[in-house]
């Protein structure tokens, strides 16, 4: 399966495990198909081409856990990532953690830079509502900033001009790692795998906005799901269903 089909996947199976509204109609997810299954996790090393030539080896962690489809695996609830600072040696971690109105976690990290001594992370939001959630960025990147002793969201604009691409494996990185079979991925393993991905978006980190009409639809987090802002229907099923 090709990496932007799981993306694909994620929005449409893990990503909208309550209802929204669309065009005016209200879809509703087949929550009778989904099941709560056991958390599992994997733990993985990647080595991170840094924009200098140099290298940052990246510990990962993902859990997978809550509602999905029978026959599927859960989606993420849990991430972390670990690197140590080449100068100080001071180790640093990244974690994002479930999201009770997403039913997930939140990001698929794409590139995890050091510039001047400072920590970067682009990450991309998992699926649509997370895209809402997070004020619907466009270019759809959420950066974030290690400062002092902790992360710190910040424009795109603040990221350093040389971070220019992905060098993480942002798509179903559990499993590509299990096809690899190895623990530990290196610079030119992760090159070949995000060959793969097609959209301009992820082969690269774009600077300029893209169409509006890439982008996902419009929602809003109404007491218990995500609705479309426009008119009232998605208001008023929510206040008749939401206890």
Known sequence: MKHYGYLLKIEKMQ???????????????????????????????????????????????????????????????????????????????WVDTLSPDLGNSSFLPMALNIAKGVPYLVAYPMGCMSYNKWGRPNPPYVVFKHEGASWQRVGLEQLPPEIKAPNLIFSDPDNVVKRLATNRVSTQQIKEILV????????????????????????????????????????????????
């Open 15 to 93: 990503n909208r495990p309550w209802c929204f509204v669309n065009s005016g109609r209200l879809l509703l997810a087949a929550l009778a198909s989904f099941a709560l299954s056991a958390c599992s996790g994997d733990s993985w090393k990647e080595e991170a081409l840094q924009s200098d030539g140099s290298v940052i080896v990246v510990e990962r962690t993902v859990d997978r856990g809550g509602k999905h489809e029978i026959g599927q695996q859960g989606s993420y609830i849990h991430q972390t990532m670990r690197f140590k600072l080449p100068a100080s040696g001071q180790s640093i971690e």
């Open 196 to 243: 793969e991905y097609k959209r301009p978006e992820f082969k690269a980190i774009l600077r300029e906005k893209m169409p509006e009409q890439m982008m996902c639809e419009k929602m809003i987090y109404y007491k218990c799901g995500w609705i479309s802002p426009e008119g009232n229907f998605g208001k008023q099923f929510m206040d008749r269903s939401c206890k």
